[in-house]
């Protein structure tokens, strides 16, 4: 092939050691189209292959981005039997997690507070992202002035943000939503580990990207930092990249790194090369070396296709016609053969099958004989054309006879059609699920791209239309459209077809490409009033997917204007209503989809779950079932509907439905991880374990997952485990607001205020509108004596959801606990309004009452308590107690005989009996009962802590009630030596008082102890 020097430049570098100083192991093979650049590489490609123990991965302009580039590469050493078997792990769970992520299925919003819920600010992060974003937008679109100009950064930054908020929801894992927001991150470290494995394997790994002034813009920078960065890991040292391409690498990207870059440049052969070239393929006579010297101006392509096609080894060369393509087939006889070539310039590629259709019947036959020519390369089982002479036929073709040339492309659509009708017919679904199909997107391409080369101007609007289900797919394959564009423009000499390909192709490497690809779209006149409709509802599909639903409802309503009886619009106004909370307008939206079309099963899966927003759960178990039935693969709906189940008590049908949804699905760690929440509240720890174990094991970084095994450690006494997997929720997501709360829900717990304090203020931190820290918080300053502070965070929590029951109700107690007893009585009846059947704060506001003498009304609460839960004996307890001080002495002994016929072990319950009895004159079973209350309190003085103040305060009250005054101030004094604390020492005062109050005969003797606990306090 000549090139004696390149190819020597290559080899040699095999027999150097990697690891010297200057060892190349970066080459840029660089020159004009036609100079031998991709035939250079494949031969360099050879060179390496015959080396003992190398493996080499050929990727070409077939990928549209970094992660497409890894995924060929992984795929080219799987076939040398050097799989890169954890990233193609890793990237078929990044595949199925966008999927998820970008489906229109509906996804349980989070509550307020919850990890995901939107934020209002951006964060530093984003808003540098999007500045930067912004300012290279308006240089790569033309025209995109006026639209950046317009751009808000910190509208831009806020959309990623809640992007991540959404993804959240959507994914549940924090491992998950980095994964599909920066797939590079978490693709490229697992990419450059596996390729360090291959590379420990074998001697050397030679990475090779040709064509790479078409790829370049989107690989550069993933390039350029795993050859030179530490960012995703180490680059082996063993291994080489070999990037091949008519343009300068961009200093922009390589800048200092340019230097330690080999280039290659490659120019036109010299004469001597060019004759080495011809004596190989054996044209040796000067007339004919001379004769392809002037035709081939040394271009190494013509040069090399003019010596392999003299069938006479020389003889007989004549003086050739002036077009390129006469040169191309000049020593090809066979007139059949020549115009199969011809014909076969057509499709972008071609196969076996391709080659048929299009070749007259007499050469069918000669698939081998065309994928031998010169200008022909092979690619992946299939061939394709060198550009320089494809273009040249290309231009003879359609010039020469443009009927010809409309009907040939015509009929390679039609073929391309077929072949996507048949996959549909294999896939089923509905139409947008095809898109995920690489088979159904390249058949829809080619078909797409020779429709444009028939028929540009008729063909040009459902290309447009294409591109924007293309961005709802993602970005690399709306490139790959805008490509497509812009080639069978050309091609076809189509300038507005050349027009769009680039405009969009431009558009896809800006920030928020998807979003701007719309617009431009949105603007096109090519497109009818049903076209704008789709793009419309596409655009909010990514704005919905931004975590904007209010945009996203202005492009569904727009749609919905433009084509009522658009399905697909119709159900995405359906998901945006839901969305945004309207779940009755999400219910009507989705019914009229489901109208036009009742099988479209993602309406019925919105609708499903807006009636279980709504509560409405017969109708939800309708829709979710009908979605399963249409798609029994739909794990998500089986996960929905387990939602369902535990909604309405069913524990065993939601684990069933769980556990279907992970068989379709085994990577579906937030199945695991929510069958494990049901699995808690059943009290089945182990199996709640093992649950979380799977999820963690699927997804190593998956927050949720640990915090909510932390509960499980929780539920089961085992705080310091719980504590370390807090740790490690928040060591993977430092802004997991939840973790930290409820791991200063459990330090509280434990004891370790400070800490607990701590937590709570990361928690409002990274969260400031997360209620129930700020209420959490709140009940840290009550608990510590820090009132005023306490009811700031009771008003914070109030003020951002003001139907918090539960912090109404806990105001009312610190505001008890400061003497303001009117205001704490309004909080406990706000929050029963709030709650009907809130007991705690019936329970609370009726102990106000007792407190402040309202006998009454604490025992219409304390009734109101008994009403809700009749097997309560603290309720029932309590009504008694009012009883005694109401006088209402039979009711009083109802009550605590019911109490103690629910728990006899209670030595409480047995000791308000025994008062009950005394007070209403039964002197004898009295005593029966109090002694039966010190039987029940001396066993358990011996246990741990809380549970000997409890004995003791116990038995204190006890041995007043029997008005045994010195064993009352030895027990007394007992008690005190525990240290019981504040609130301990005024519960057992009251309970003294309340004795005194119903049984006088006890005063002094209580008294005496009442003084001594107060010189404590």
């Given amino acids: 092939m000549g ?22 192991f970066l080459f840029h093979v660089r020159g004009n189209a036609g100079v031998g650049k991709s035939t250079l590489v494949r031969h360099w490609e050879a060179v390496a292959r015959d080396q003992a123990s190398v493996v080499t991965a050929y990727v070409d302009d077939e990928v549209h981005d970094a992660i497409e ?59 540098v992202a999007a500045q930067v974003g912004l300012a290279g937008l308006g240089a790569l679109v033309p025209g995109a002035g006026a639209l950046t100009g317009v751009l808000d950064p910190q509208q831009v930054a806020l959309g990623a943000d809640r992007v991540r908020a959404v993804l959240n929801t959507r994914l549940r894992s924090h491992d998950d939503v980095q994964l599909v927001m920066h797939p590079l991150v978490s693709l490229a ?24 002034e078409r790829t370049g813009p ?177 231009r003879l073709r359609r010039t020469r006879s443009p009927a010809r040339w409309q009907e040939s492309h015509t009929r390679l659509a039609r073929l391309f059609e077929e072949r996507r009708v048949a996959v549909e017919a294999d896939i089923g679904g509905d139409p947008e699920d095809h898109w995920t199909d690489a088979g159904w997107r390249e058949h829809r391409l080619n078909e797409t791209y020779h429709r444009l ?148 099963v993602l309406a019925i899966g919105t609708r499903g779950d807006a009636y279980r927003n709504l509560e409405r759960h017969d109708e939800a178990f309708a829709d979710l079932g009908r979605a399963v039935g249409i798609d029994p693969q739909y794990a998500w709906a089986y996960a929905s ?24 699905d085994p990577q579906y760690a937030w199945a695991y991880g929510s069958r494990a929440q049901v699995y808690k509240r059943l009290e089945r720890h182990d199996e709640a374990f093992a649950d979380l174990g799977r999820a963690i094991a699927i997804e190593p970084q998956y927050a949720w997952a640990y915090a909510s095994r932390a509960q499980v450690y929780e539920a089961v006494g085992r705080p310091e485990e719980a504590l370390a997997d807090y740790a490690r929720a928040v060591g993977i997501d430092p802004q997991y607001a939840w973790a930290y709360g409820s791991r200063a829900r459990l330090l509280e717990g434990m004891g370790r205020f400070e800490e607990a304090l701590a937590d709570y203020d990361r928690a409002v931190g990274v969260d400031p509108e997360y ?25 914070r929590a109030i003020g951002i959801d003001p139907q918090y029951a539960w912090a109404y109700a806990s105001r009312g107690r610190a505001e008890g606990a400061v003497g303001r007893h009117e205001e704490a009585l309004a909080d406990y009846t706000r929050a029963l309004d709030i709650r009907p059947g809130y007991t705690w704060a019936v329970h609370a506001r009726g102990a106000l009452f007792e407190q402040l003498g309202r006998y009454g009304d604490a025992a219409d609460d304390f009734a109101r308590a008994v009403e809700a839960d009749p097997s309560s004996d603290r309720a029932l307890s309590a009504r008694a107690r009012m009883y005694l001080r109401l006088g209402r002495y039979e009711e009083a002994v109802a009550d605590s005989a019911r109490a103690v016929g629910i728990d006899p072990e209670n030595g409480w319950n047995q000791m308000l009996y025994a008062v009950a009895l005394r007070a209403a004159g039964d002197g004898r079973q009295a005593e029966t ?84 606990l107060r010189q404590v306090l």
């Avoid at 090139?3 to 100083?21: C, I, S, Y």
């Avoid at 291959?198 to 790479?212: H, K, N």
């Avoid at 069913?650 to 279907?660: F, K, S, V």
């Avoid at 045994?964 to 309970?991: F, H, M, Q, S, W």
């Fill in 641 to 664: 509907r387990a939602q369902v189940y535990e909604a309405v008590g069913r524990p065993e049908e939601a684990l069933a439905d769980y556990a279907r949804a992970v068989g379709i």
């Fill in 69 to 127: 580039a890894m995924e060929a590469v992984s795929s080219r050493l799987g076939r040398q039997g050097h799989p890169l078997k954890r990233f193609d792990k890793q990237l078929a769970t990044y595949r199925q997690r966008r999927h998820q992520a970008d489906s229109a299925a509906p996804v349980p919003q989070p509550a307020p507070g919850e990890p995901g819920a939107a934020g209002a600010v951006p964060s530093p992060s984003s808003m």
């Fill in 218 to 394: 989107v690989l550069d920078t993933w390039l350029r930092t795993i050859a030179f960065g530490d960012e995703y890991g180490t680059f082996p040292v063993n291994a080489q990249i070999v990037l091949a391409g008519q343009l300068r690498l961009d200093s922009r990207v390589w800048g200092d790194w340019l230097g330690m870059v080999t280039e290659v440049r490659l120019d036109v052969f010299s004469e001597e090369e060019a004759r080495t070239l011809l004596s190989a393929h054996g044209v040796t006579d000067e007339p004919s070396v001379e004769l392809v010297l002037r035709l081939s101006g040394r271009l190494p392509l013509l040069v090399d296709m003019l010596a392999r096609s003299d069938p006479g080894g020389g003889q007989g060369m004549g003086d050739p016609s002036e077009t390129a393509v006469e040169r191309f087939l000049k020593w090809e006889p066979d007139p059949e053969r020549r115009e199969a070539a011809l014909a076969c310039a057509l499709p972008l590629q071609i196969d076996e099958d391709i080659y048929r259709a299009v070749v007259p019947e007499s050469v069918a036959e000669s698939y081998a004989w065309l994928r031998g020519m010169a200008f022909v390369s092979p690619q992946e089982g299939r061939c394709r054309y060198h550009d320089v002479v494809r273009a040249a036929m290309l």
């Fill in 453 to 600: 080369c028939a028929h540009p101007r008729t063909a040009l609007p459902d290309a447009l239309t294409q591109c924007a289900d293309a961005v709802g797919l993602d970005i690399a394959t709306a490139r790959r459209w805008a490509q497509t564009l812009g080639t069978a423009g050309l091609d076809a000499d189509a300038e507005a077809v050349v027009s769009w390909g680039r405009r969009l192709e431009a558009a896809t490497e800006g920030e928020q490409p998807g979003r701007v690809v719309l617009t431009l779209l949105l603007d096109a006149p090519e497109l009818d009033s049903s076209r704008r409709a789709l793009v419309h509802t596409v655009r909010a599909e990514e704005l919905r997917d931004a975590g904007d639903p209010e945009a996203a409802l202005l492009d569904c309503e727009a749609a919905v204007a433009l084509a009522p009886d658009a399905v697909r619009s119709q159900a995405g106004l359906g998901e945006t209503y839901r969305i945004l909370g309207r779940h009755e307008e999400a219910v009507a939206s989705c019914t009229r989809a489901l109208e036009a079309d009742p099988r479209y």
């Fill in 929 to 1012: 009962r109090f002694a039966r209350a010190s039987e029940i309190f001396t066993a358990a003085q011996d246990g741990d802590a809380a549970e000997a103040v409890d004995t003791h305060q116990g038995l204190l009250v006890l041995l007043c009630a029997r008005s045994d005054r010195a064993g009352a101030a030895a027990r007394c004094e007992a008690l005190i030596r525990l240290a019981p604390g504040a609130d301990k020492v005024g519960a057992t005062i009251g309970n003294l008082l309340f004795l005194r109050a119903v049984l006088p005969g006890t005063g002094s003797g209580v008294e005496e102890v009442v003084r001594r």
């Fill in 3 to 24: 090139r004696r020097g390149e190819l020597a430049v290559f080899r040699e570098t095999f027999a150097r050691d990697p690891e010297e100083t200057g060892f190349p």
């Fill in 771 to 795: 209620a129930w820290a700020h209420a959490g918080r709140a009940q840290m300053y009550e608990r510590t004596g820090r009132y005023e502070e306490a009811l700031a965070g009771y008003d």
């Fill in 189 to 212: 470290p697992v990419f450059l580990d596996d390729l360090n494995e291959v590379a420990e394997r074998c001697a050397r790994v030679v990475l090779f990207f040709d064509v790479y």
